[in-house]
């Protein structure tokens, strides 16, 4: 009974790692400090169906107005 209980268990494993993947190139919008996570954000332009990609870039305790503008020249 266990022998066939792990058969079942792991048979349905098999098929959980049927990933579909695709590839999408977005532009940045901008990018933001937001005081209460304490983590500089960037923001994706939407694409045609109004989504967009808010990615987390840096932790840090306070803005600092120097690192938001070089990350704003850098990216």
Same mark, same amino acid.
């Given at each position: 009974?266990v022998?066939?209980?792990?058969?079942?268990?792991s048979?349905?494993q098999?098929?959980?790692?049927?990933?579909?993947?695709?590839?999408? +190139?977005e +532009?940045?919008?901008y990018?933001?400090?937001?005081?209460?996570?304490?983590?500089y954000?960037m923001? +994706?332009?939407p694409?045609a169906?109004g989504?967009f990609? +808010?990615l987390d870039?840096?932790?840090? &305790?306070?803005?600092?107005? &120097?690192?938001l503008?070089?990350? &704003?020249?850098?990216?």
């Open positions: 009974m022998l066939m209980l792990l058969f079942v268990t048979a349905q098999v098929f959980a790692n049927e990933i579909e993947q695709h590839t999408t +190139t +532009t940045i919008d990018i933001y400090y937001d005081t209460l996570a304490k983590t954000y923001n +994706t332009y694409d169906s989504g990609w +808010t870039l840096l932790c840090s &305790n306070r803005e600092d107005k &120097n690192m503008e070089a990350l &704003n020249k850098y990216f």
